[in-house]
């Protein structure tokens, strides 16, 4: 089976510092991938490439069978690449129901009525139907992190990238976010999720891949990659990988 | 949001129906020619206000673009001897083709980079008009034929009143669509924008390209209307009254712009008595509502009695 996204070769320098160096990585369409690594190991980098906001120094990007690396990251929207941020990017003086229109209303062929009934729906899944109305400035930091939820959700992805989304979240919504995640792969959608969490890593996902000054130095199923000598080493350092 | 909004349609139109009736009250033909070219003032503070306060992209060549739109029509007319309809829209379709130039020229600039591009643009188009002396006459100014032959000071007032109305609910209506969205989404967050599916390139030139069409149309009204025209309404200081127009109004919302526009306007008027002293106060005042009052004095009118609305 041909993955659904393929990177090959992929270089990043930014002057003389190499944040990515040659990855090769492939993604099956339907997985849910831990991506983890020590601050500054490339893996928002990574991200960003995969989302268009970086052009690479080197490589290829190749989503079902389309390179990608070049489009505007409104164009991979479009195509199906959704992503969250480590800093939540809320339209803060929009209402939370504008916010999640506005993916939806990209598409011409969708009228404000059908953008408002979707977007209260899954407001209603996301338990924010309260807020609807609320400006977005308004939610708490959680409450952001859902609201992109939500507006991910709305672009009906087939691949979303999360960063970091459970950073400062109360562990109850945490644990809801958790159910929604597994809900959006369990419809088929391929999820790429970055975290420092590690709990949140190893009880998602179903393969870790690990990343240390531009390298992938780990790959696979997260209890091989838990106990894997180079990842330690990684974390904690020589000392306790030993 | 919505509160405000309603306060802003409720507000507009008592004004707007005030300013109907006010010439059948005597008023002296003196304040109906100031006001007429409040109205100027209202369109050009509201076109930037589309700019500024609903894509968040700062310009300061929005004199400019009126001075463009102006200069466009007048010379259309005198060189071409094409209609004056024809001559008006030559002169929006230019200034809205300049539009899409800077647009583009200055997309990834932010902040005072970019102010800093607007000014020197501005600049550039005011000197060329200046010193193209043969074609422009330069200071010594261009006459203009008028907008309506044997037209009398109510028959322009009502016109001015009546496009500018037109314009704002063009304005209003692109701000209700999905575009408006578009653009206040973009204002928030780019990058927030554009991994939604906006295409924030083209919202942002066609942004500059609107508000740069609706300047040059009050620019060219403007002419036909006083009938003489310098590049003096092409500089930085004209641009300094718009800006402080918009920004005491309430640039955030084009009605609350445009109301600043005329209550400016009428100031400047009123306080001719003081001299240059009156643009001291305008700035001073300008300065105040931005730390005190930042949704501008309309907005905050207008927002306060919405609320107390609702919680009746």
């Not at chain 1, 190499?18 to 500054?40: H, K, R, S």
């Not at chain 1, 950073?167 to 644990?175: C, F, M, Q, S, W």
């Not at chain 2, 002396?133 to 009143?161: D, E, K």
């Not at chain 2, 092409?234 to 009254?241: A, K, T, V």
């Amino acid at each position: 089976m041909s993955a659904q996204l393929t990177i090959k070769g992929l270089r990043k320098q930014f002057g003389g510092l190499v944040a990515l160096n040659e990855i090769d990585l492939e993604f099956q369409a339907g997985e849910l991938v831990g991506l983890i690594g020590p601050n500054g190991s490339g893996k928002t980098t990574l991200l960003n490439i995969i989302g268009g906001y970086y052009a690479p120094t080197a490589g290829t990007v190749h989503f079902e069978g389309h390179r990608i690396n070049g489009l505007a990251p409104s164009r991979l929207a479009r195509l199906g690449i959704g992503r969250s941020f480590q800093v939540t990017k809320v339209f803060q003086r929009l209402s939370v129901l504008e916010n999640m229109q506005v993916s939806a209303l990209t598409d011409w062929g969708i009228s404000r009525r059908e953008a408002r009934s979707r977007a209260l729906a899954i407001l209603d899944d996301l338990n924010l139907t309260r807020l609807a109305e609320e400006r977005a400035g308004r939610l708490s930091g959680g409450q952001a992190k859902l609201l992109e939820f939500g507006r991910i959700m709305m672009l009906e992805p087939k691949l979303v990238l999360l960063d970091e989304p459970f950073g400062g979240v109360h562990p109850e919504l945490k644990r809801f976010m958790y159910d929604t995640i597994r809900a959006w792969n369990a419809r088929g959608v391929t999820i790429i999720l970055i975290s420092h969490d590690m709990g949140s890593i190893f009880g998602l996902c179903r393969r870790v891949v690990t990343l240390s000054y531009g390298d992938i130095i780990a790959d696979g199923d997260p209890e091989v990659v838990r106990s894997d000598p180079a990842v330690l080493e990684a974390y904690l350092g020589d000392h306790h990988a030993a | 949001m919505k509160t405000t909004r309603t306060g802003a349609i409720v507000g507009g139109g008592l004004v707007l129906a005030g300013l109907a009736v006010l010439p059948l009250t005597g008023i002296q033909s003196y304040w109906i020619y100031t006001l007429t070219i409040g109205f100027y003032y209202a369109l050009l503070a509201a076109s930037w206000s589309l700019l500024v306060g609903y894509v968040g992209r700062i310009s300061f060549a929005q004199a400019a673009m009126s001075g463009l739109g102006a200069y466009t029509s007048a010379l259309s007319l005198q060189h071409f001897g094409w209609p004056l309809p024809v001559s008006l829209l030559a002169g929006v379709v230019l200034a809205g083709f300049v539009g899409v130039f800077i647009g583009w020229l200055t997309l990834r600039l932010h902040g005072a980079y970019l102010g800093l591009t607007t000014i020197a643009f501005s600049e550039i188009l005011r000197i060329t008009v200046t010193a193209e002396h043969g074609l422009t006459a330069g200071s010594l100014g261009l006459r203009v034929p008028p907008l309506i032959q044997g037209g009398g000071p109510l028959t322009y007032y009502y016109l001015f009143l009546a496009v500018t109305v037109v314009c704002l609910a063009l304005m209003l209506f692109l701000l209700q669509s999905r575009i408006g969205l578009f653009f206040q989404a973009i204002r928030e967050d780019e990058d927030g924008a554009a991994s939604l599916g906006v295409e924030v390139t083209t919202w942002k030139i066609m942004a500059f390209a609107t508000s740069s069409a609706f300047a040059g149309l009050a620019g060219g009204l403007y002419a036909h209307f006083v009938q003489l025209i310098t590049p003096s309404m092409m500089s930085l200081q004209e641009m300094g009254y718009v800006l402080a127009m918009a920004v005491i109004g309430g640039f955030h919302n084009v009605i609350y712009a445009a109301l600043g526009g005329l209550l400016l306007q009428l100031g400047l008027e009123g306080l001719r008595e003081v001299g240059e002293w009156r643009l001291v106060v305008f700035g001073l005042a300008a300065i105040l509502v931005l730390r005190f009052a930042p949704n501008g004095l309309f907005g905050t009118i207008f927002g306060s009695f919405s609320r107390k609305g609702v919680r009746r």
